[in-house]
């Protein structure tokens, strides 16, 4: 782990932890380190900047900084901090749309969200993929999305559970889990999807269980009590509510105590009442839903609300209260309706995604199209469009036209899979030369070109000259090249490829394995 994501790792923690002030100004000092512009900074620190925003209530400014992570990230072309600038980005624009309806764009959100997805597929480096993957997490539980919510914090706790050096405690996402099934059953509760709810039950008491079993530094007592409160809860609905609603009270009561304010507090009141009620503790179920009820912030969670005071109108209709019933069908005529926009969300993530794959598979297919299948580089095919395209600006841009010398002495002695390998070999040190500052193809045969934006001649016969000493360098090869240099403006890039072209055959008519520039007055360069 490379030394300022070390630090980084260290103040996306403080951030979340309350010193969000001081990791916001050590991260600003680091991203001013290169050049003094904090546009110039690493990704890594323009992330903990979004996320001491976030820390700090501004979701505007976390928004800014977003943004100027994702530009970052492309410019080291890191996919996992691209992906997690768009997933904060994403369930921050939520946040702003619910208090302003202007705010409001789902399209844009699901695109930010399915878009970081195919972003973070591979990524490497393990702190970015998994903030990444808790960033989507974040934006597809903030939509109740929680089928697409699940993937992430899975593979969240499989990066973290085989990486030491990784941020957290892997229990944490363990929990998380737990949770989203927790909250997925108490939705289905509601709408009258009672097996369903239970096989998700089912699903967050084994998530509990193991992040009981696997807790550990310096908070391993809070978290495990917390995993053993979801475990209870996991209980109320199916096997031994009586047990599980006497473990409720007492993992509640400890984390009290502990000062926790974490909401699996208020997540487990419904819990404990179905399970006091089920074990035919009645009026004690409705001591515990009327204290709950009064306790609800009134800028709380609505889901936690509404199974609340569902709970409590459930048991009051049990006993014969009219109004509880009246309030109880109101509330899920409610529910059901919140439940089918969760599902024509869900629908409309699920065709992003598949208009996302297509869009994927549609440019695998044009990059095919324009690419050398033996040496892996641009064919003439995409030289051509570039020229085409460069034609219209208005930069400078050199050209060098490639060809091979002795190439057909590699095919006669030693065979034409010999040939090919030696044509990837050169290939792959022309590519290492233009190092993505340009345009590498291969014309056909041994003859290859190279577009340079913004280059002028010498320093483009400079980077042709590192290109002869790297093919000479290949080991067991003896080809060796010889390189036309040309350079000029875009509107009259032809001439340049002309003149380019001339120069080289001017090299090779005088022995090859050199460099000529297309000037007047130019005699071939020594290389």
Aim: hydrophobic share 45%; glycine share 8%.
């Amino acid at each position: 782990m490379r030394e300022t994501t070390r630090q980084a790792v260290r103040l996306l923690e403080q951030a979340q932890t309350g010193d969000a002030s001081t990791a916001l100004a050590e991260a600003e000092a680091k991203l001013r380190e290169a050049t003094g512009d904090i546009a110039d900074g690493p990704a890594c620190m323009h992330f903990v900047r979004a996320v001491a925003f976030l820390a700090g209530g501004d979701p505007r400014k976390a928004i800014a900084a977003a943004e100027l992570t994702l530009h970052a990230a492309a410019r080291e072309d890191s996919g996992g901090w691209q992906a997690a600038a768009l997933g904060t980005r994403a369930w921050q624009r939520l946040r702003l749309g619910e208090a302003d309806a202007a705010e409001h764009d789902l399209d844009g959100v699901l695109r930010d969200l399915v878009t970081a997805e195919a972003l973070v597929a591979g990524e490497p480096d393990p702190v970015a993929a998994v903030n990444a993957r808790v960033a989507i997490a974040i934006g597809y539980y903030e939509l109740r999305l929680y089928e697409l919510v699940e993937p992430q914090f899975r593979t969240a706790y499989e990066m973290s559970s085989t990486d030491a050096e990784q941020n957290g405690n892997r229990a944490m996402w363990l929990l998380n889990l737990a949770e989203i099934h927790l909250r997925w059953a108490l939705e289905l509760y509601q709408v009258g999807q009672v097996a369903e709810a239970e096989s998700h039950t089912a699903g967050a008491e084994a998530y509990a269980r193991r992040a009981a079993a696997e807790v550990d530094g310096a908070d391993a007592d809070t978290w495990r009590d917390n995993a053993l409160l979801f475990e209870a809860c996991s209980r109320a609905d199916r096997h031994d509510p009586a047990s599980a609603a006497v473990d409720i009270a007492y993992y509640t009561e400890r984390l009290e105590k502990r000062g926790f304010t974490g909401p699996a507090l208020t997540l487990s009141r419904p819990f404990q009442g179905v399970a006091l009620s089920r074990s035919g503790h009645i009026e004690e179920a409705l001591r515990v839903m009327e204290a709950a009820v009064a306790a609800l912030p009134p800028d709380g969670e609505w889901l936690i609300a509404a199974s609340t005071y569902r709970t409590q109108a459930v048991l009051m209709a049990n006993q014969g209260s009219r109004e509880a019933k009246a309030t109880l069908a109101y509330g899920d005529t409610l529910a059901a309706a919140l439940w089918r926009q969760r599902l024509n969300t869900l629908h409309a993530a699920r065709t992003v995604h598949d208009l996302e794959a297509l869009r994927q598979q549609h440019e695998q297919m044009a990059r095919a199209v324009e690419l050398d299948p033996l040496t892996g580089v641009a064919n003439r095919r995409a030289f051509d469009r570039a020229l085409a395209e460069a034609a219209t600006g208005s930069q400078r841009i050199a050209v060098l036209i490639i060809d091979t010398d002795g190439f057909k002495q590699i095919n006669d002695t030693y065979g034409h899979a010999a040939g090919d390998s030696a044509l990837r070999a050169i290939a792959a040190a022309l590519a290492a030369q233009v190092d993505g500052r340009g345009l590498l193809a291969r014309l056909g045969g041994d003859e290859f070109a190279v577009l340079l934006d913004d280059t002028c001649a010498a320093e483009a016969a400079a980077v042709a000259v590192r290109m002869v000493h790297a093919v000479r360098d290949i080991p067991d090869c003896p080809a060796t090249l010889s390189i036309g240099v040309a350079d000029g403006l875009a509107t009259a890039l032809p001439d340049a490829v002309a003149r380019a072209d001339e120069a080289m055959y001017e090299i090779k008519r005088a022995g090859g394995d050199g460099v000529r520039v297309s000037e007047p007055g130019t005699t071939a360069m020594a290389a």
